[in-house]
């Protein structure tokens, strides 16, 4: 009886020391496994990942991990800017998912996630990905993390945006899939009005890195800059990709979106470009039909507006998570 109890106390240790985290297991051993970042104060990123990592989960096999931002006691709190347990999961991530909004995560939680950016393999960043991490200037180590690292990963660090109007009231931008573009992420998506307000990626003299396919423009519908558009276009991308040699220290494939408001996933069309980029992120093109994949309601998921403090309290990763097969979110 001692035996067995030395075999499985480790086991019960290392159950007791896991991360808060929540996710849906494999069925197989292969299946591919999708890691979630959330940790933005402002966009419910805590809400809208664990919804889309449901989808995954529910519609395309594929395992995911979703890892939040928490306080000392455990709960969800997206102003916790120094905390993201678990993330050393990345290291048997197949593809990850970033939405995090100026984070400074110490050493032993941002390394993984620098090293995962080096690895080769996929990722997706939404929004706030531009400015992922915010270190104090004269941190010569990490200060380049603020503006350098994001614009050489994704395309673009933080510049400016055209400004948020009666934020949650109406959209505030068009998006157009690029015209006569036969990429398998626009398939099915038609054109549709975001309530993300656009953000100011590239013209009147920025651009975004190296060179990459853009998938979806964004005009906005009211900016703070409308004396100023020849500096700030009327009009950005919203989607692009990157592929890149595996060996060259960049990901293999990269999809950004600048889109990420809560209630812009109440549009299928998003939800179905969102997802697409997730697939061919993964790899899985080939099995989005030429129609687009289909896309189920989420009538059931009702997320806290965008905001600064507006997160729901007192939530653990479990009572927030999607259970696979539903898409369901807590009410509000």
């Not at 100011?200 to 190296?210: A, P, R, T, W």
Request: hydrophobic share 35%; net charge negative; aromatic share 8%.
């Amino acid at each position: 009886m001692l035996t067995i109890f030395l075999v499985i106390l480790p086991a019960l240790l290392l159950v007791q020391a896991a991360p808060r985290t929540t996710g849906h297991p494999p069925d197989e051993p292969d299946t591919p496994h999708v890691v979630f970042i959330a940790g933005d104060e402002e966009y419910r990123s805590e809400e809208s990942l664990p919804l889309l990592a449901s989808i995954l989960a529910r519609d395309h096999g594929v395992r995911t991990t979703v890892l939040y931002s928490l306080d000392e006691n455990g709960l969800i709190d997206p102003n916790a800017l120094d905390n993201i347990p678990g993330t050393d999961v990345l290291t048997t991530a197949d593809l990850v998912v970033m939405f995090t909004r100026f984070r400074a995560l110490p050493d032993e939680q941002l390394a993984p996630i620098l090293d995962y950016a080096k690895s080769g393999r996929p990722i997706v960043g939404f929004r706030t990905a531009t400015h992922a991490f915010r270190y104090p200037d004269d941190d010569l180590e990490h200060a380049p993390l603020n503006g350098e690292w994001p614009r050489q990963l994704f395309g673009q660090r933080w510049i400016t945006h055209h400004g948020h109007f009666d934020d949650g009231k109406s959209p505030l931008t068009h998006i157009e899939p690029v015209e006569g573009s036969t990429h398998p992420i626009l398939r099915g998506v038609a054109p549709f009005d975001a309530y993300s307000w656009l953000y100011h990626v590239e013209g009147g003299g920025d651009s975004l890195s190296g060179e990459p396919t853009s998938l979806a423009t964004g005009t906005t519908l009211k900016s703070y800059h409308a004396e100023r558009h020849d500096r700030f276009p009327a009009s950005n991308p919203v989607a692009w990709i990157y592929e890149n040699d595996p060996k060259s220290g960049r990901p293999s494939r990269v999809f950004f979106t600048t889109l990420g408001h809560p209630y812009d996933f109440r549009s299928e069309s998003c939800r179905r470009l969102i997802v697409q980029g997730l697939l061919w992120a993964l790899g899985q093109e080939a099995s989005i039909p030429a129609a687009g994949i289909a896309i189920r309601p989420t009538d059931d998921w009702r997320p806290p507006n965008s905001g600064i403090g507006n997160f729901r309290p007192n939530q653990t990763p479990e009572s927030v998570a999607s259970p696979a097969g539903t898409g369901k979110i807590a009410p509000e």
